[in-house]
């Protein structure tokens, strides 16, 4: 995934301790709907390059549970709570929460 | 003891149709009440100086056209220094559409007309079934067999009698809809599937109302308002329908009575807020409501997008446009969301009707039933000596199949009948089966609802 990360904490010489380019960022993915029922869980944390876009974490996604391609066309986003595009930048710690619609009632 | 069993049978079945006789009248009598308090108001209303308590122009000078008995009625409302006679001024003057009269259209009814909307319409056109009460409170056991409407419609003025209910004894559709939603301020989707949620907040946004939108499933519910303050579509947010295994039903997935219960609560908050002019509505905002983890969760969600091909900046949707629209293929499901459609993948040979399979079930013949139902169903009810193995199993289990035969016969061609809940998922594992080289595997058509339809009626159905 990222063959710089032994050199690149050298690099750091600009006074970022933890999370330098190279390094991962930890996030925590909230499922809902039928969201949950592909993945099984209702959250799961995951680890993603430094940089990763909220897209690269879908993708990331997609290759541990294979079966949210079916809803991949049709989610919310929200980043802690707050709207997302898939181009959003992710933070460590931050909560990226799925959405597929319900249609029941 | 026989002639005891027949007296009671038969007592019991008078006590029914003596009931069905009295939810008919009092059905009509609360009608009819309606009717002469509309009619005393009008005629109240041209002889000028005659007071009528329920009129809904009468001003007694104030300026809140509320009169003494519903000062009364809804003091508590009144007595909100946020709320107020304003507000409850504003609610009198106002109208609610509620689409569907089930999970989520029950309380939302209940408490809109308890509330003193002006005039509240309900649009359904199912009947009320026994698998429908533990959610769809608004309705009674009397009205087992009947249509929502008229049922819903009876407990509305039961509750309260000065607000004029609108019954809609049919489905919606974009022949009918576009006139039907235009007589209301407010539209709360309490519907039940897909294509019927797009075909609403289209129709919505043709036609410039807001629309409180609520879903629920399993212990999960969602809510937002729609096509309000400048806030999104149902469409800026979903502009593509989910595939239809995504689409779940309540009649498939199931759903705990008391999760619609609560979203429907807060449309009609929402409605109510809306209508009478107070809060902050719901824009922008969807709720999820995780019932297991007693989690409310609020995001925000995108505002209307300028691409939204309904009411995006260059978006040109027309009434004529949403009339020729087609829902049902666009979401790929049907806009009746009671049950799926009938599959046919099989030819004639290698399926069996209910009656003949227990003919050779008479006749001792050697077989091996294969149910393909998930197990918490084959939990709740099944045939007897039946095998459960589920459709999303049967690949890996196959080994159970050729070892059940072979303990059955002794030899390779005992009997191999598949069967599920209505007769679609056993089509496909016979498919599968077939292709892999159980060539004899054949299904029981209409699964066991048909069986408890065409075999034994005390089998029980879900
Ligand atoms: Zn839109």
Redesign the interface.
Known sequence: MDAVEGESKYYSTQGMPKKEEGSSVGIKVLF???A?DLTGL?DVRLEVPFGSTASDCLKELAVRFPGLE??R??I?L?LN???A?ESTVIKENDEL?I??????? | MDSGGADAARILSEIKGLKATKSDIEAKISALEAQLKDLNCRNDAVSSNGSCPLATSLDSGLGHGLSPEMIHRYSRQLLLPSFGVQAQSNLLKSSILVV?A????SPALLYLAACGVGRLGIVDNDEVELNNMHRQIIHTEAYIGRLKVESAAAACRAINSTVQIVEHKEALRTSNALEILSKYDVVVD?????P??YMISDCCVVLGKPLVS?????L???LSVYNYNGGPCYRC??P????T??????SD?G?LGVV?GIIGCLQALEAIKIASAVGEPLV?R?L?F?AL?GRI???????RSLHCEVCGENATFTRQQFQEFDYEKFTQSPLS?SAPPKLNLLSGDSRISSKDYNERLKNGEVHILVDVRPEHHFRIVSLPNSLNIPLSTLEKRLAEISSALREAEGQRDASLYVICRRGNDSQRAVNYLHDIGFTSAKDIIGGLESWARDVDPSFPTY
């Open positions: 809902f709907a039928r949950r209702s079916e809803i066309q049709c919310v929200a709570e707050e709207y595009s929460a959405i597929p619609p319900i249609s029941g009632g | 569907g089930g999970g989520l259209g309490a519907t039940d599937n897909a019927g949620r609520g879903a629920a499933l399993g999960e519910g969602q947010l979903f593509t329908p989910p595939p295994t995504a689409c779940q039903r309540c997935s759903v619609p922008g969807m999820l995780d983890s969760r609020i995001v925000k969600i995108r505002g969301a």
